[in-house]
Nanobody, 123 residues
Framework: QVRLVESGGGLVQSGGSLRLSCAAS????????VGWFRQAPGKEREFIAR????????YYADSVKGRFTISRDNAKNTVYLQMNSLNPEDTAIYYC????????????????WGQGTQVTVSS
């Protein structure tokens, strides 16, 4: 089973940028769809982005479209989430997860999860 570790979170001012990384070990990472989710305090986990195993198919939730970019480097077993124009509503714990379906969009579609990385955006 793939083990995932997120990094790159932190405190940033509104309008700033962060790049999150999701590093994988074990399994054949290059075969998996990878999704990013986030969970803000008191809210349900939100699916925000997805990239297929080949990198050619990407999906973004409306809440992040145009500001966030998902990419992957299969040679490094890593998926990235570049986050620009951050605002306080982006404050959350961000999780990456792997799934088998290129169209995965629900938590139940993803089998392995990282522990999450905190992103805090100050106004």
């Amino acid at each position: 089973q793939v083990r995932l570790v997120e990094s790159g979170g932190g405190l940033v001012q509104s309008g700033g940028s962060l790049r999150l990384s999701c590093a994988a070990s074990g399994g054949t990472f290059s075969l998996y769809t990878v999704g990013w989710f986030r969970q803000a305090p008191g809210k349900e986990r939100e699916f925000i982005a997805r990239i297929a195993w080949h990198g050619g198919s990407r999906y973004y939730a409306d809440s992040v479209k145009g500001r966030f970019t998902i990419s992957r480097d299969n040679a490094k077993n890593t998926v990235y989430l570049q986050m620009n124009s951050l605002n306080p509503e982006d404050t959350a714990i961000y999780y990456c997860a792997t799934g088998l379906s290129p169209g995965a969009s629900m938590e139940a579609h993803f089998g392995s999860w990282g522990q999450g990385t905190q992103v805090t955006v100050s106004s």
